[in-house]
């Protein structure tokens, strides 16, 4: 994959770029759903959902979206994304991505911790990620997972976009009607 020019200026290619190496990136992942759909699924996702509920137009924040899983689910260094999409899209997506190195319950430890913090393009980006998995854990889950499973993580998932709160009214009033109809959806699992 050749690098992005720096005299490419054109933000519908720039989109396009991004949605590119992400693709490339997550060609052999899967997410974890019974059929299990094509990783790529989730980023297109995330910056649709930024884009439709959330009215977001900047382009290093849905360039972000659509690469934000790359750092931690691939192979992609930090410097690989900084060459091909610029310094801002580098530190973003770094903002978002977990260290896999630690143990998965501090993983969730620190982005709740951590929510509170990030700049306001992040925190979109958290929030239109918990939106999509919420959506995809509810409606098609891991078959592997219990209906605890899934409560439990709706419970985490409530907590990392409470410190996102206040970046962006549209995307949080999609949230919380794509959250309310996943508990009502899984407590009618329950009975």
């Known amino acids: 994959m050749t690098p992005l020019s720096p005299a490419l200026s054109n933000p519908t290619t720039a989109l396009l770029e991004a949605l590119h190496f992400a693709a490339a990136k997550h060609r052999d992942q899967r997410r974890k759903d019974v059929v299990a759909s094509p990783y790529i699924n ?10 439709s509920e959330g009215g977001v137009t ?22 690989e994304l900084e060459r091909h999409f610029g310094p801002a899209v580098r530190q973003l997506v770094a903002e978002v991505t977990d260290d896999k190195g630690l143990p998965k319950g501090d993983r969730k430890r620190l982005q709740i911790e951590h929510a509170p913090h990030l700049s306001p393009q992040a925190q979109q980006i958290k929030i239109a990620d918990k939106t999509a998995n919420v959506y995809d854990i509810t409606a098609s889950p891991p078959a592997t997972w219990s209906l605890d499973q899934r409560r439990e993580y709706l419970d985490w998932a409530e907590q990392v976009v409470a410190g996102c709160r206040g970046c962006n009214p549209g995307l949080e009033r999609f949230y919380d009607q794509v959250m309310a109809q996943g508990r009502q959806a899984l407590e009618s699992k329950s009975l």
Request: hydrophobic share 45%; no cysteine; charged share 20%.
């Open 42 to 51: 989730h980023p297109i996702a995330v910056a649709r959902l930024l884009a």
């Open 58 to 79: 900047d382009l290093v924040t849905l360039q972000g979206a659509i690469l934000h899983d790359t750092i931690e689910d691939t192979e992609t260094t930090p410097e």
